[in-house]
Nanobody
Framework: QVQLVESGGGLVQAGGSLRLSCAASGRTFSTDAMGWFRQAPGKEREFVAYISLSGGNTNYAPSVKGRFTISRANAKNTVYLQMNSLKPEDTAVYYC???????????????WGQGTQVTVSS
């Protein structure tokens, strides 16, 4: 089992920045690919970014590419999502997830955090 706890969400004005963190515990963190997803009210959960075990393979949704950066610190069992130039449409609950290999598909991830709210005001 892997436990994931997100933090760092909050309220920010459009154009601002936030950094989300996801702390993992339980099974060896370094064996998992990690992803960030988000879900806005009334919408399906959608892919934001993923990162491979080594950190050398990353991928982003087109809507966030160039504004968001995913990274990981295996020694700290933590994955980060740096979000810059935030827009009101980025408002959602953000979830981190752990899986066997990097993927943009929700069902490819076995473990999920509880989510952290990000609200971007216009």
């Amino acid at each position: 089992q892997v436990q994931l706890v997100e933090s760092g969400g909050g309220l920010v004005q459009a154009g601002g920045s936030l950094r989300l963190s996801c702390a993992a515990s339980g099974r060896t963190f370094s064996t998992d690919a990690m992803g960030w997803f988000r879900q806005a009210p009334g919408k399906e959960r959608e892919f934001v970014a993923y990162i491979s075990l080594s950190g050398g393979n990353t991928n982003y949704a087109p809507s966030v590419k160039g504004r968001f950066t995913i990274s990981r610190a295996n020694a700290k069992n933590t994955v980060y999502l740096q979000m810059n130039s935030l827009k009101p449409e980025d408002t959602a609950v953000y979830y981190c997830a752990a899986g066997a290999s990097p993927s943009s598909l929700v069902h490819r991830y076995d473990y999920w955090g509880q989510g952290t709210q990000v609200t971007v005001s216009s």
